[in-house]
């Protein structure tokens, strides 16, 4: 078994809509654990302006099997026309990797 597992990385605009999307992600079974990082502020070029956000970082850990499936999920879920998704695979504790594709291969919570 491999100890691999990817990390994705979005953001998004206000605390509850990533409470929101981490409790979806986390029911449909495509990650098994969702962080909340802190409170962040984003400054980007958006439609040729300078912009300035404050922003909820949300860091999903999955397997390598559900990864795209989850960035797929957050795209279509996402309150942002075009969302930040970022991902990365990491190398970690073989338990973890083991916890991480237990949690993500049962059927969906009730």
Not at 85 to 109: D, F, G, K, R
Request: overall charge negative.
């Amino acid at each position: 078994m491999s100890s691999t597992v990817i990390l994705i990385f979005t953001t998004l605009p206000d605390v509850s809509a990533a409470v929101m999307m981490a409790r979806s992600v986390l029911d449909a079974r495509l990650a098994a654990c969702a962080t909340q990082l802190a409170p962040s502020s984003s400054i980007y070029c958006w439609q040729g302006s300078l912009e300035r956000s404050d922003e909820i970082p949300l860091l999903f850990k999955t397997a390598v099997e559900r990864a795209l499936e989850l960035q797929k999920f957050i795209s279509a879920n996402h309150p942002y026309q075009i969302p930040e998704i970022l991902s990365w695979s990491a190398t970690s504790l073989p338990a973890y990797a083991l916890w991480v594709n237990a949690e993500t291969s049962h059927p969906t919570y009730v």
